[in-house]
């Protein structure tokens, strides 16, 4: 059996290339002067010499490598050491050769077609040495042959039109981009002479500027830098320190575009996907050119550009990919102070609100190094060019868990071209999955490529942040950070409702719990209280026995239906109670109770009127009550979804099931609001969310957000909240008291007629009908038809009782129906006075 290495990591390949690089750079560097002091009286393969005495600079074996080349080559023997140059080249950047096979043909058939072209055109047989043909021993066979055929210039121009085309192959030449280089450089030279005969004063603040340019340029500001717009408010324009200023992109027949980076100016440049940011720091432009390919126009001169002479972008199409970009860096989270904090949790009564020392601190930002940035804009604008698509990378932005290179196609690129470039990009990105979107209010698409070191986002974070302190709503939910870093919040009385749908495992629970945590921090029981669904019985039984809880955690699929029918009657009773209060919501309700100065008087049954609390109504898994009752379950969340939000009833809905049949029309139709995770396919995205996006997510906690009232996504990366956690804050809720159920929420309508006592009187054969169906373990109307001899509607309406005192469960088709916990005590019972008589 033969043993299974472990692939090499990233570090070992790029210690590989290294190695490799270097050999091939040496052995090209042996090639070149073996080549450059070729003798022809040394020792080779054609002379025989007893001469001690090798001219050659790499001795003998320089000699024999030399003579071989250049009686095989002629003097396009002299390409072989470029070959090898620019392979190490590309080994000790740790590139990958990409089209190895192609490129390799490219540089072979250079080499043929040049020797071939240098035998047509030089048709003596030695010119430098007199044992060397110019075209060696390939180029004169070659041109033998094809100017027997095409004579002298056919042949001519036919090896000269073949041998630029594989040196276009081979190397990534461009005709027409190396003459436009070319005339371009002859212009500027040309005005620049003519400037220095016309105004020969300039020469000294010309050579000034330029020193200047060479100066170190400054370092990516830090997050503890001081507010740059008060600095900029405060301090004269020659006091301010200037950033060095980026070439803008130049095209013949346009004006040069002034390159708004200056400090003073980066105030006008924040736009609505950087809330909390500092302004942009000018990426260094000279360090892409340097790895992406010299540029053959002049050096820039420092300074501003002016109309008389203005800076030219560079002409390599990667270089000009990102000669305006800027880089962004995030400072940290705007906490609130501790007076604002208290004062904003204050609920004013004897309750206390849990205190953000509960959870646990976050760990501090990782931020990433400069270098990594620029090596993926490179990366990014060399994949582009590869597939024709001109542009440059105008920003970056760092965030916690993706970076966003906002890129800005040339005029007649559309955007389809570049979205369906997503797997390429995530190949030359080594990216696990690449989303693509464009940014509202520019013209610009964002790439959100996932870093390599994930930030992990704590809650205490959020909830400590000023945003969350100074939001006066009870529902305010903290979700997590945007991709630029910046807190996000939201308001669930604003949505209203929210269904959240995704893969088992991407964070739908973490987001549930951050939904229930951020609430206990702001509401009181007096305030919010909770109906739990939890079906599954795994995540929500951290919270039983919290004061906020309007009745106990539900797992009964079926009792949960009853549980929304309640909510459905609440509903209509609170819209009964304020149309008798001449309101329209329950803020406006809570404000006329609060304001009343004689409660009791305005009640008609003699209790005090209090305000109405919210009612949140979370359902962990929205599948498995739609297996149970799907009618009844759809039709009661249906009617909460279109008339609850006036009242303060709200709805969170989960489901790992996104399918049209969980997920149906009614329900989504009543959901603005969603929250979709990573999914499998592009079809259960656009059964969330009605868009695709969902199945490029990275998972644990990264989500597509449909906030209220818009139609574009926000893509937030999730809070992370430990188990612990969340049992400090609820054994911190349940010290201040215990929960005040509400018996009649998770009763069905009969029970319910029992408990309110119907005042009907029990069937003189009842006592006797129970002792049978307890005895024979399940109810049955025939059974009690023929054992009492009555007809069927009485042995009904005796079992309907039974039900009504909690003897037998609900019917559930034909079968007979099974007796309950109650029932089999009462059983043991009879059988303990039987065995005493």
Not at 95 to 105: E, N, Q, Y
Not at 180 to 200: D, Y
Not at 257 to 268: C, D, F, H, M, R
Not at 782 to 802: C, E, F, K, T
Request: glycine share 6%; with cysteine.
């Amino acid at each position: 059996m033969v043993a299974s290495h472990p692939p090499m990591n990233h570090s070992s390949r790029s210690r590989v290339d290294e190695a490799l690089g270097i050999l091939l750079l040496a052995g090209g560097v042996l090639l070149l002067l073996s080549v450059l002091s070729y003798h022809p009286e040394d020792p080779s393969w054609n002379v025989l010499t007893s001469r001690s005495i090798v001219h050659n600079k790499i001795g003998r074996v320089g000699a024999y490598v030399a003579d071989f080349c250049l009686q095989v080559f002629g003097l396009t023997a002299f390409a072989l050491p470029m070959l090898l140059f620019a392979w190490a080249w590309s080994k000790l950047r740790g590139r990958p050769l990409r089209a190895p096979m192609t490129k390799g043909l490219g540089w072979a058939s250079f080499l043929l077609s040049g020797a071939g072209l240098l035998s047509v055109l030089f048709p003596q047989p030695y010119v430098l040495w007199p044992t060397v043909r110019p075209g060696g021993m390939l180029g004169t066979l070659l041109a033998a042959q094809l100017v027997a055929v095409l004579n002298t210039v056919g042949a001519a121009l036919v090896l000269g039109v073949t041998a630029i085309l594989a040196l276009m192959v081979a190397g990534d030449f461009s005709v027409i981009a190396a003459g436009g280089a070319v005339m371009r450089g002859a212009r500027s030279i040309a005005a620049r002479l003519r400037k220095t005969m016309e105004h020969p004063e300039r020469e000294g603040a010309v050579s000034a500027a330029a020193e200047l340019q060479r100066a170190p340029r400054p370092k990516i500001a830090s997050a503890e830098a001081p507010d740059l717009t008060e600095t900029a408010a405060t301090a004269t324009a020659s006091e301010l320190p200037r950033a060095p200023e980026v070439a803008a992109p130049h095209r013949e027949g346009t004006r040069a575009v002034e390159p708004a980076l200056s400090l003073a100016e980066a105030e006008a440049e924040v736009t609505p996907r950087t809330r909390s940011t500092v302004p942009p720091v000018p990426v260094d432009v000279e360090e892409i050119i340097e790895r992406t390919g010299p540029s053959p126009t002049p050096a820039p001169t420092g300074g501003r550009p002016s109309s008389e002479a203005a800076r030219r972008a560079p002409a390599d199409p990667i270089a000009e990919m990102l000669s305006t970009a800027s880089v962004r860096t995030t400072k940290p989270v705007e906490k609130a102070s501790p007076a604002e904090r208290s004062k904003s949790l204050s609920p004013g009564g004897s309750f206390s609100l849990p205190s953000v020392e509960m959870l646990t601190e976050p760990p501090p930002p990782h931020e990433q190094a400069h270098e990594e940035l620029m090596q993926r804009a490179v990366l990014l604008a060399e994949k582009f060019k590869e597939f024709g698509i001109t542009g440059h990378v105008h920003q970056i932005s760092p965030g916690p868990v993706v970076t966003t290179f906002e890129f800005k196609p040339d005029p007649g690129i559309k955007y389809s071209r570049i979205v369906s470039l997503v797997e390429d990009l995530c190949l030359a990105l080594e990216a696990e999955s690449i989303r693509i979107d464009r940014i509202p209010g520019k013209s610009t698409i964002g790439i959100e490529v996932p870093n390599k070191h994930r930030e992990l986002i704590r809650l205490r974070e959020i909830l400590e942040s000023k945003k969350f302190q100074e939001s006066r709503s009870r529902l305010t939910i903290a979700l997590g950070k945007t991709i630029d870093g910046g807190v996000y919040i939201s308001d669930l009385a604003k949505m209203p409702h929210l269904l959240i749908a995704g893969a088992t495992g991407s964070g739908k629970s973490m987001t549930v719990n951050c939904i229930l945590v951020s609430i206990l921090f702001k509401a009181t029981p007096e305030e919010v209280r909770f109906i739990l669904i939890d079906p599954k019985r795994l995540e929500l039984g951290l919270y039983d026995g919290i004061p906020h809880l309007l009745a106990p955690i539900v797992t009964d699929p079926k009792r949960a239906a009853y549980a929304l029918k309640w909510a459905v009657a609440e509903m209509e009773n609170r819209y009964k109670l304020l149309a008798s209060f001449g309101v329209r919501n329950i803020e406006q309700f809570n404000r006329e109770v609060r304001d009343l100065s004689d409660r009791r008087a305005m009640s008609e049954s003699g209790e005090p009127i209090r305000p109405l609390p919210y009612i949140v109504i979370i359902i962990d898994e929205l599948a498995d009550l739609m297996m149970v009752a799907s009618s009844e379950v759809e039709a009661a969340i249906t009617r909460l979804a279109q008339m609850a939000r006036a009242v303060g009833l709200h709805l969170v809905l989960t489901t790992q099931r996104p399918s049209v049949d969980v997920i149906t029309g009614l329900i989504k139709a009543n959901f603005p609001c969603r929250i979709a995770f990573r999914v499998s396919s592009k079809v259960d995205s656009r059964t969330i969310l009605d868009a695709n996006g969902a199945e490029a997510l990275l998972g644990r906690g990264d989500m597509l957000f449909l906030p209220p009232g818009s139609s574009r996504l926000v893509r937030v990366h999730g809070a992370f909240l430990e188990e612990a956690e969340i049992k400090r804050v609820v054994e911190f809720l349940k010290a201040q008291g215990e929960p005040h159920y509400d018996e009649t929420v998770l009763m069905s309508d009969k029970e319910y007629a029992a408990a309110q006592g119907s005042g009907e009187k029990r069937d003189e054969l009842y006592e006797e009908a129970l002792k049978i169906v307890v005895e024979m373990g399940r109810a049955s109307t025939s059974v009690l038809q023929r054992r009492l001899r009555i007809g069927y509607g009485r042995a009904a309406s005796i079992i309907d009782m039974m039900e009504r005192e909690g003897y037998v469960e609900p019917a559930d088709g034909p079968r007979p129906r099974a007796i309950t916990r109650k029932a089999l005590e009462l059983r043991e019972r009879l059988r303990q006075m039987d065995a005493e008589r």
